[in-house]
């Protein structure tokens, strides 16, 4: 269903509701439905930079499930380092 | 030693929306210490992710706007008589502006892209989109298009599978419903269909190829 089909099918139920609040709904909807049923898993890939260790993540990224590096799975850290380095 | 077991001395943790990759130090009196990564190498993410937004890109282009003639150093106020849909902070760039003259390209306004500001009505300003010293522009008529719209257009559709599409549309049925007194039982009954698919997308979620689904048998000790 394309974007503009659901927002026909909400205004059918609500004709007052401007256009960009029906779509602030099916944005609120989208991400709480994506949120409960992690439903969409997808890889993300970057290059390392030498002496950085920190890395931006994606806004829509929920939770990162593992991690291959040079195409190797390394573990999660538990805990963290004691000495911190914010570079 | 191996490329698999010096990868492999890599870590990974996750703290304040970012990821720290680091080595664990070859120092063998440096226990439990970590360097940064000393070579640039790719990393791949294996995540769960939430959908693109929904964005307006159907009625964004906007012909026919206007200008006026600011005195030199002034902004420039457009005005799109049959209405635009930018909102402050979008970013649009200009095309296709001629001055009332006709046929003379309007050099200095084609090709600007800026955000905009001050939307008030059919009217909008530019940041930093000035009339030029000595540069005098004719009052002229053109187009803008938002240029930072990503997302899921007026003629795409989610990446969720389809069959859960409809569960979007209800949760936006029941906050329509939940802002009037009078629609709380109809919101209800929207609320529970979306309840129901947020239930069948979790089995879809962990289903495998096989079709089955990933359960954890509980064990006695």
């Given at each position: 269903m394309t974007q503009k089909q659901m927002l026909e099918r909400?205004?059918?139920?609500?004709?007052?509701?401007?256009?960009?609040?029906?779509?602030?709904?099916?944005?609120?909807g989208l991400d709480s439905f994506c949120r409960q049923t992690k439903i969409l898993k997808t890889v993300?890939?970057?290059?390392?930079?030498?002496?950085?260790?920190?890395?931006?993540?994606?806004?829509?990224?929920?939770?990162?499930?593992?991690v291959d590096y040079k195409g190797y799975t390394i573990p999660r850290l538990l805990g963290r380092p004691e000495l911190r380095d914010l570079s | 030693m191996s490329e698999k077991s010096e990868a492999q001395k890599h870590r990974y943790w996750v703290e304040r929306d970012s990821i720290a990759i680091v080595k664990k130090s070859d120092s063998p009196s440096a226990n439990k210490t970590y360097d940064s990564p000393l070579s640039v190498e790719t990393v791949n993410l294996l995540v769960v992710k939430l959908d693109e937004d929904f964005v307006d890109t159907g009625s964004v282009i906007t012909t026919g706007i206007t200008c006026d003639v600011p005195a030199a150093g002034e902004q420039f106020t457009f005005t799109a008589s049959g209405g635009h849909s930018f909102l402050d902070g979008m970013d649009v760039?200009?095309?296709?502006?001629?001055?009332?003259?006709?046929?003379?390209?309007?050099?200095?306004?084609?090709?600007?892209?800026?955000?905009?500001e001050n939307v008030a009505g059919n009217g909008f300003k530019l940041e930093g989109v000035n009339q030029n010293d000595g540069a005098t522009i004719l009052a002229s008529t053109g187009d803008a298009t938002p240029t930072n719209l990503t997302g899921i257009g007026i003629t795409e559709s989610p990446a969720i599978p389809s069959e859960f599409h409809?569960?979007?549309?209800?949760?936006?049925?029941?906050?329509?419903?939940?802002?009037?007194?009078?629609?709380?039982?109809?919101?209800?009954?929207?609320?529970?269909?979306?309840r129901e698919q947020v239930s069948e997308g979790k089995k879809f979620s962990t289903k495998n190829r096989r079709g089955t689904t990933s359960t954890i048998i509980p064990q006695d000790f």
């Open positions: 909400v205004r059918g139920h609500h004709p007052q509701a401007p256009e960009a609040l029906i779509r602030v709904w099916l944005n609120l993300y890939t970057f290059p390392t930079v030498k002496d950085q260790r920190w890395y931006a993540l994606d806004d829509k990224i929920l939770e990162v499930h593992s | 760039t200009l095309s296709g502006w001629i001055d009332d003259v006709g046929e003379t390209a309007v050099a200095d306004l084609n090709g600007i892209t800026s955000q905009v409809e569960a979007i549309v209800d949760y936006a049925i029941m906050k329509g419903y939940e802002m009037k007194p009078e629609g709380l039982p109809s919101a209800q009954y929207f609320k529970t269909n979306f």
